[in-house]
């Protein structure tokens, strides 16, 4: 591991110490060091900034949100000294857009790659020391390590005696994997299977997909931007900023104010195959209560598996696709290119592990509870230890020694995802309880780190040395997100990684804010201008109760 050329032994004095250097950490270095003037460093275990990106370069791999608006939305200059390829980016295009960021504001000359912090101790400042043995000693601590960032590799007995390789999509080889020639084996069937599988066929000799939960997708439509609507795109900064303000989910579309129960059924068939062959993520805005009825949900789930048959050969294969049990969008809902018609290939054979789990990895492929798959090359397409997973392995200890893994042995506990008690200083950018996975992530992230870079500017306006959230705070919060959650079909699926169902021990806690980017924006900004309500500053609490209950009654 490479030492990012800092003093070995001797403690580094900061103001802010921000860690990871993918869309958060580099808008949180901008604020704090260009606005604010404080000495910040950014310490960053890839080699390069990118985040998630850095590391998610699997075949196919690319962002389900559009361009346009999967981009910095703070500063016109950026947006017009920057000209998206296609629809949607794909994952080396986001990193060169973010080297763009970093070189455009000089962001580099603060950041240190190469450097993992292994653990973080509050002592009055934040002492935080890493991988390759630097200490760093900071008044404030952001971490900015992504909801994704953790690899789920599951343990599943044998894999040490594999004979051929495997990657998890998430950890995938710079160099690329070949798969010509090869019999692969890909485990899982979310947004990254969905992507990778097509990609995966048409290289190696075979295929064989392990499916556990069959999977909603609809076609991605992607396609290289024509110059017109490039030179749209350039003149319409204001607006896509605004539409992306205004939407719950922070994408630049709208959802359809209409409800399911307020058209035909002809009508609503119509609208539905409209939003079909536009593609994409605008599907879940056909209606707008897709998420709150079960009812509502069935028309758009009914519609989908249709359309599953409709592409689908051979039927018996359909079926297992087909079979899907959860309400559309209540997991991830994933969008693709061919992904179907991939099964319609003859090198691709599906495997149901639900029915037939698997039992063990054996030295030459998969065994299931149905019989043996030879394999070259294992792909754990398996998803992620999401939201909480990246914070723990930090190993942050807060006031009185108290660790965060024994804080959250429950579940996340958070004021606004921002901050945890016990924890002064530390502000968790898109931290569990707030918006994030469930929004496009830029526009969480922007107003996360300027919510941030604004209270730490008041805490020096104001001469203050430590901010946290008090313990009703958090209460009240944390019976906020759960409110949210309940009001909609979320939770209602067992098996989720929002809920923190995909990793065994686990607290089955739904982690994201489902309230809406709208609303928790103004939330986060009416307790800021309240005077950091339901926060304590060099423990002095701000008075009156933590929710703004007009906003919060106002409903899910
Ligand atoms: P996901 O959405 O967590 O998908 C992981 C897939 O792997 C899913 O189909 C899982 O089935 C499957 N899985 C996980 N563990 C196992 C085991 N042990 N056996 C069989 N199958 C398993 O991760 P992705 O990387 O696809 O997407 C994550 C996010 O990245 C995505 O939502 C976007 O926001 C970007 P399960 O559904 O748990 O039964």
Same mark, same amino acid.
């Given at each position: 591991?490479?030492?990012?050329?800092?003093?070995?032994?001797?403690?580094?004095?900061?103001?802010?110490?921000?860690?990871?250097?993918?869309?958060?950490? *580099?808008?949180?270095? #901008? /604020?704090?060091?260009? @606005? *604010?003037?404080?000495?910040?460093?950014?310490?960053?275990?890839?080699?390069?900034?990118?985040?998630?990106?850095?590391?998610?370069?699997?075949?196919? +791999?690319?962002?389900?949100?559009?361009?346009?608006?999967?981009?910095?939305?703070?500063?016109?200059?950026?947006?017009?000294?920057?000209?998206?390829?296609?629809?949607?980016?794909? #994952?080396?295009?986001?990193?060169?857009?973010?080297?763009?960021?970093?070189?455009? /504001?000089?962001?580099?000359?603060?950041?240190?790659?190469?450097?993992?912090?292994?653990?973080?101790?509050?002592?009055?400042?934040?002492?935080?020391?890493?991988?390759?043995?630097?200490?760093?000693?900071? @008044?404030?601590?952001?971490?900015?390590?992504?909801?994704?960032?953790? +690899?789920?590799?599951?343990?599943?007995?044998?894999?040490?005696?594999?004979?051929?390789?495997?990657?998890?999509?998430?950890?995938?080889?710079?160099?690329?994997?070949?798969?010509?020639?090869?019999?692969?084996?890909?485990?899982?069937?979310?947004?990254?299977?969905?992507?990778?599988? !097509?990609?995966?066929?048409?290289?190696?000799?075979?295929?064989?997909?392990?499916?556990?939960?069959?999977?909603?997708?609809?076609?991605?439509?992607?396609?290289?931007?024509?110059?017109?609507?490039?030179?749209?795109?350039?003149?319409?900064?204001? &607006?896509?900023?605004?539409?992306?303000?205004?939407?719950?989910?922070?994408?630049?579309?709208?959802?359809? $104010?209409?409800?399911?129960?307020?058209?035909?059924?002809?009508?609503?068939?119509?609208?539905?195959?409209?939003?079909? &062959?536009?593609?994409?993520?605008?599907?879940?805005?056909?209606?707008?209560?897709?998420?709150?009825?079960?009812?509502?949900?069935?028309? +758009?789930?009914?519609?989908?598996?249709?359309?599953?048959?409709?592409?689908?050969?051979?039927?018996?294969?359909?079926?297992?696709?087909?079979?899907?049990?959860?309400?559309?969008?209540?997991?991830?809902?994933?969008?693709?290119?061919?992904?179907?018609?991939?099964?319609? @290939?003859?090198?691709?054979?599906?495997?149901?592990?639900?029915? #037939?789990? =698997?039992?063990? =990895?054996?030295?030459?492929?998969?065994?299931?509870?149905?019989?043996?798959?030879?394999?070259?090359?294992?792909?754990?397409?398996?998803?992620?230890?999401?939201?909480?997973?990246?914070?723990?392995? *930090?190993?942050?200890?807060?006031?009185?020694?108290?660790?965060?893994?024994?804080?959250?042995?429950?579940?996340?506990?958070?004021?606004?995802?921002?901050?945890?008690?016990?924890?002064?200083?530390?502000?968790?950018?898109?931290?569990?309880?707030?918006?994030?996975?469930?929004?496009?992530? !830029?526009?969480?992230?922007?107003?996360?780190?300027?919510?941030?870079?604004?209270?730490?500017?008041?805490?020096?306006?104001?001469?203050?040395?430590?901010?946290? $959230?008090?313990?009703?705070?958090?209460?009240?919060?944390?019976?906020?997100?759960?409110?949210?959650?309940?009001?909609?079909?979320?939770?209602?699926?067992?098996?989720?990684?929002?809920?923190?169902?995909?990793?065994?021990?686990?607290?089955?806690?739904?982690?994201?804010?489902?309230?809406?980017?709208?609303?928790? @924006?103004?939330?986060?900004?009416?307790?800021?201008?309240?005077?950091?309500?339901?926060?304590?500053?060099?423990?002095?609490?701000?008075?009156?109760?933590?929710? !703004?209950?007009?906003?919060?009654?106002?409903?899910?």
């Amino acid at each position: 591991m490479a030492d990012g050329g800092g003093d070995i032994g001797k403690t580094q004095e900061l103001d802010a110490l921000i860690i990871g250097a993918g869309f958060g950490g *580099l808008y949180q270095l #901008h /604020l704090l060091r260009d @606005r *604010l003037g404080l000495n910040v460093q950014v310490v960053e275990k890839a080699e390069g900034v990118g985040g998630t990106w850095w590391w998610n370069r699997y075949p196919g +791999a690319r962002c389900d949100s559009e361009s346009h608006g999967y981009a910095y939305l703070f500063s016109e200059a950026l947006h017009r000294g920057w000209q998206w390829s296609e629809r949607y980016p794909g #994952h080396a295009e986001i990193r060169r857009y973010l080297n763009y960021v970093a070189d455009e /504001l000089d962001l580099k000359r603060d950041i240190d790659f190469g450097v993992e912090v292994v653990s973080a101790d509050y002592q009055g400042r934040w002492i935080v020391r890493t991988a390759c043995g630097r200490t760093f000693s900071a @008044r404030y601590l952001i971490t900015a390590v992504g909801c994704l960032s953790t +690899a789920n590799i599951p343990d599943i007995p044998g894999l040490e005696d594999f004979k051929g390789e495997w990657h998890h999509t998430g950890a995938w080889p710079h160099e690329g994997v070949d798969f010509t020639g090869k019999r692969v084996g890909q485990i899982g069937t979310g947004s990254t299977g969905i992507q990778a599988a !097509p990609v995966i066929a048409a290289e190696a000799e075979h295929l064989t997909v392990f499916q556990r939960t069959p999977n909603y997708s609809v076609p991605a439509r992607n396609a290289p931007l024509t110059d017109e609507a490039k030179a749209e795109i350039k003149e319409s900064f204001e &607006d896509i900023r605004a539409l992306t303000h205004l939407t719950p989910n922070g994408h630049p579309f709208e959802i359809s $104010p209409t409800r399911t129960d307020e058209v035909s059924d002809a009508e609503r068939l119509e609208e539905y195959e409209r939003r079909w &062959d536009k593609g994409g993520l605008r599907f879940r805005g056909a209606f707008q209560n897709l998420l709150m009825s079960k009812e509502a949900n069935d028309t +758009a789930a009914n519609f989908l598996k249709e359309k599953i048959r409709g592409v689908v050969k051979d039927s018996a294969t359909a079926d297992k696709l087909a079979n899907i049990d959860h309400p559309y969008g209540a997991k991830r809902p994933p969008i693709d290119t061919t992904y179907f018609e991939t099964y319609n @290939r003859d090198n691709v054979s599906l495997v149901d592990v639900r029915a #037939h789990p =698997i039992q063990r =990895i054996a030295e030459t492929g998969i065994e299931t509870a149905e019989g043996s798959h030879d394999l070259d090359v294992i792909v754990f397409a398996t998803g992620f230890d999401a939201m909480t997973g990246p914070l723990l392995s *930090l190993n942050l200890t807060g006031k009185n020694g108290v660790s965060l893994r024994n804080a959250w042995a429950a579940g996340p506990r958070t004021y606004l995802g921002l901050q945890i008690k016990d924890f002064p200083n530390l502000f968790t950018v898109t931290g569990p309880g707030s918006p994030s996975v469930l929004c496009n992530m !830029p526009v969480c992230i922007e107003q996360h780190v300027e919510w941030i870079a604004d209270c730490i500017e008041h805490l020096e306006a104001t001469g203050s040395g430590a901010i946290e $959230p008090t313990e009703t705070a958090v209460e009240e919060w944390v019976a906020h997100v759960n409110d949210a959650a309940n009001a909609t079909l979320l939770p209602t699926v067992k098996h989720s990684w929002y809920l923190g169902a995909n990793v065994p021990g686990k607290p089955r806690v739904f982690m994201p804010y489902a309230g809406g980017m709208v609303r928790y @924006r103004n939330i986060a900004a009416d307790i800021a201008k309240d005077g950091y309500r339901g926060f304590e500053i060099d423990g002095e609490a701000a008075s009156g109760v933590a929710l !703004p209950q007009d906003i919060v009654a106002a409903g899910v």
